[in-house]
């Protein structure tokens, strides 16, 4: 069984990480101070009693209310600093980035304070750790995609350095089936296309990304399981999914860790990786992910070693910096646990 310390020093992508879901309370706190707000949270400890979920909906009343406090260019900036340098201390070499416009659009952040602070807080942080990123623009499918297409081509007039596109927020009622314009603008533009489905909603939610998206990865993906020609597809046309346990056990999509899928979609074959979703509200970022996983599901390092390598495999890095970090990997798993 590894130890979490070896965890740590096992090099890794993430792939599947909302930057508003690294606001930590503490942080909630000081911004909320630093722009003269006033939160609805008596303490650190009554904000902290909230973060027991129900569902996917409960957790993202809460994300959206706590955006209230990212205001400025630098407090966006301050943020993803924040999560490359966690994320470097955890082994992760490479992150690609979520963030949703919407949500910062409807609150009046102009589209402007929000990229320039990604752009500078990510900038600062490689400089710091030497950890990558690059930039995802997510669309809030609980909004119309006559908003995300408008979005899309704001993003684009501001030659906003993004890699691609996804879609988030709540799933079940807002199939793929009504974002395929801009999804066909994102492919017109070159962009890479991911979408977040099968999280609470079923297999049909990840056909439709497939198939009418025409996605490269699937966020979440886990109730694919319950669809065995969706498994045989998945796995022949290497597609990967982003598998976020510890989010999962929190939204209860999976009662416990022990109860999750991870174990069957490995052994099926599928690109599964590993990673945190919004880890400032589900117990841990992707090194502790990695050691539920282990602990829990009795995963040893040649299956943490593997689930590395697909992350690579599932990036949108240049094929020259994927030869190089599954060199690294190999490394780790070829030298003795510590
Ligand atoms: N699912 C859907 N939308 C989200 C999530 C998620 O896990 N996290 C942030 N927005
Ligand atoms: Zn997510």
Same mark, same amino acid.
């Given at each position: 069984?590894?130890?979490?310390?070896?965890?740590?020093?096992?090099?890794?992508?993430?792939?599947?990480?909302?930057?508003?879901?690294?606001?930590?309370?503490?942080?909630?706190?000081?911004?909320?101070?630093?722009? %003269?707000?006033?939160?609805?949270?008596?303490?650190?400890?009554?904000?902290?009693?909230?973060?027991?979920?129900?569902?996917?909906?409960?957790?993202?009343?809460?994300?959206?209310?706590?955006?209230?406090?990212?205001?400025?260019?630098?407090?966006?900036?301050?943020?993803?600093?924040?999560?490359?340098?966690?994320?470097?201390?955890?082994?992760?070499?490479?992150?690609?980035?979520?963030?949703?416009?919407?949500?910062?659009?409807?609150?009046?952040?102009?589209?402007?304070?929000?990229?320039?602070?990604?752009?500078?807080?990510?900038?600062?942080?490689?400089?710091?750790?030497?950890?990558?990123?690059?930039?995802?623009?997510?669309?809030?499918? *609980?909004?119309?995609?006559?908003?995300?297409?408008?979005?899309?081509?704001?993003?684009?007039?501001?030659?906003?350095?993004?890699?691609?596109?996804?879609?988030?927020? &709540?799933?079940?009622?807002?199939?793929?089936?009504?974002?395929?314009?801009?999804?066909?603008?994102?492919?017109?533009?070159?962009?890479?296309?991911?979408?977040?489905?099968?999280?609470?909603?079923?297999?049909?939610?990840?056909?439709?990304?497939? *198939?009418?998206?025409?996605?490269?990865?699937?966020?979440? %993906?886990?109730?694919?399981?319950?669809?065995?020609?969706?498994?045989?597809?998945?796995?022949?046309?290497?597609?990967?999914?982003?598998?976020?346990?510890?989010?999962?056990?929190?939204?209860?999509?999976?009662?416990?860790?022990? *109860?999750?899928?991870?174990?069957?979609?490995?052994?099926?074959?599928?690109?599964?990786?590993?990673?945190?979703?919004?880890?400032?509200?589900?117990?841990?970022?992707?090194?502790?992910?990695?050691?539920?996983?282990?602990?829990?599901?009795?995963?040893?390092?040649?299956?943490?070693?593997?689930?590395?390598?697909?992350?690579?495999? &599932?990036?949108?890095?240049?094929? %020259?910096?994927?030869?190089?970090?599954?060199?690294?990997?190999?490394?780790?798993? %070829?030298?003795?646990?510590?």
């Amino acid at each position: 069984m590894s130890s979490p310390t070896d965890i740590t020093a096992l090099p890794k992508v993430e792939l599947h990480l909302h930057i508003e879901g690294t606001l930590e309370p503490e942080l909630i706190f000081e911004l909320a101070s630093r722009h %003269g707000m006033e939160l609805p949270y008596a303490s650190l400890d009554d904000l902290r009693a909230r973060y027991a979920f129900e569902d996917l909906q409960s957790f993202l009343d809460l994300y959206y209310a706590n955006m209230a406090v990212l205001r400025t260019a630098d407090d966006f900036a301050r943020l993803t600093a924040a999560y490359l340098r966690r994320a470097a201390a955890g082994g992760v070499r490479h992150a690609e980035i979520f963030f949703d416009p919407q949500a910062h659009l409807v609150r009046g952040v102009p589209l402007a304070e929000v990229v320039e602070g990604l752009v500078e807080g990510a900038y600062a942080g490689t400089a710091e750790t030497g950890t990558t990123s690059a930039l995802i623009a997510c669309f809030l499918r *609980d909004r119309s995609s006559e908003e995300a297409l408008e979005v899309l081509e704001q993003l684009v007039a501001m030659k906003a350095p993004i890699i691609g596109i996804g879609l988030d927020s &709540a799933e079940v009622g807002h199939p793929a089936s009504e974002f395929t314009d801009v999804y066909a603008r994102a492919a017109e533009l070159g962009l890479h296309r991911v979408a977040h489905a099968g999280e609470e909603a079923g297999p049909d939610y990840v056909w439709e990304a497939l *198939d009418l998206l025409g996605v490269q990865r699937v966020d979440h %993906g886990v109730q694919s399981v319950r669809d065995h020609t969706l498994v045989q597809r998945l796995v022949v046309d290497r597609i990967p999914l982003t598998v976020c346990p510890l989010s999962n056990v929190r939204l209860r999509v999976f009662e416990s860790l022990a *109860d999750h899928v991870l174990p069957q979609l490995l052994a099926a074959g599928v690109v599964t990786t590993i990673n945190s979703d919004d880890p400032a509200y589900f117990g841990g970022y992707v090194d502790d992910n990695y050691a539920a996983v282990a602990d829990q599901l009795g995963l040893d390092r040649a299956d943490l070693a593997r689930l590395a390598h697909h992350s690579v495999e &599932a990036s949108f890095l240049p094929q %020259g910096r994927k030869v190089a970090l599954d060199r690294e990997i190999d490394a780790w798993l %070829g030298e003795p646990a510590s």
